[in-house]
């Protein structure tokens, strides 16, 4: 792939090539690097001692910085096929055509966003004959979709701002909502007596959640003239957010006719 750039020693150059040379050649991504190739997307790999998430995507310019767990060149490199799909297929492709029209934050904060970013990553693994990344969220994908996406925002914190074009049409309103299930559930977790580390970790995530979704609800409501709340309806009606629902949808059918086939 042109325009990539792998910051490491010879063995993470040789996985990441190993890879995405493996993602070429599985014949399931075909669109995704011949879209990445028209947009000239500079893409740099390298890999992050002691970073917790998988991948995080930093952009400037005209370019993107993956940063890659240190973890996926030993214990979990088998997994790299899949994150590369996630983060680079998934969200680098898409928020470059957003950027080129001037509608990135709007994807960036869409549902479908990180949906098709996922199916993408699972589409990878099973296309690969790998053991899927993240198998039980797949399970519930798999089992209940639309509950999957309308969950998935109480999740974590890295998904707890995601709106649908549905809910951008009433983004106050729907965080508002989300807010006080969130809340609900944090008293609700304190009066519980699971096991100990358990609760900590849910509630530190709920914590983090809490925070985010009154800290963007306190934004909106000091903007003047509901500027937030009056862009993002017309926003998400953009051709790129069409464009990327539309995608999704196909990529989703071409992931449950793998998942009838069944995986481990």
């Not at 490491?8 to 996985?15: P, T």
């Not at 699972?122 to 209940?144: C, M, Q, T, V």
Request: net charge negative; glycine share 4%.
């Amino acid at each position: 792939m042109r325009n990539l750039i792998v910051r490491g020693n010879s063995l993470e150059q040789d996985i990441v090539d190993d890879a995405l040379q493996r993602l070429s050649n599985s014949g399931l991504f075909v669109t995704e690097f011949r879209d990445l190739e028209m947009l000239g997307i500079e893409l740099t790999v390298e890999f992050r001692e002691g970073q917790i998430e998988d991948g995080l995507l930093i952009w400037h310019n005209d370019g993107v910085r993956l940063g890659l767990a240190r973890r996926y060149t030993h214990i979990d490199k088998e997994h790299l096929p899949y994150l590369l799909a996630h983060e680079v297929f998934g969200h680098a492709l898409w928020e470059a055509k957003a950027m080129r029209e001037n509608v990135q934050t709007a994807v960036h904060f869409h549902l479908c966003n990180e949906i098709n970013a996922h199916i993408l990553g699972w589409l990878a693994s099973i296309g690969l004959g790998i053991k899927p990344r993240y198998r039980e969220l797949l399970l519930d994908f798999h089992i209940n979709p639309d509950e999957f996406k309308r969950e998935l925002p109480y999740t974590s914190p890295h998904y707890v701002l995601l709106l649908s074009t549905k809910e951008m049409q009433n983004a106050r309103q729907v965080l508002q909502e989300r807010l006080n299930a969130l809340a609900t559930e944090w008293v609700n977790l304190r009066s519980e007596s699971p096991p100990v580390c358990n609760v900590n970790a849910r509630e530190n995530r709920l914590a983090e959640m809490i925070r985010l979704v009154t800290r963007t609800i306190t934004n909106f409501e000091a903007e003047p003239n509901n500027e937030s709340e009056r862009w993002l309806p017309e926003q998400s009606r953009c051709a790129v957010i069409q464009d990327l629902e539309d995608t999704s949808r196909i990529h989703e059918h071409t992931l449950r006719a793998l998942l009838e086939r069944g995986f481990e």
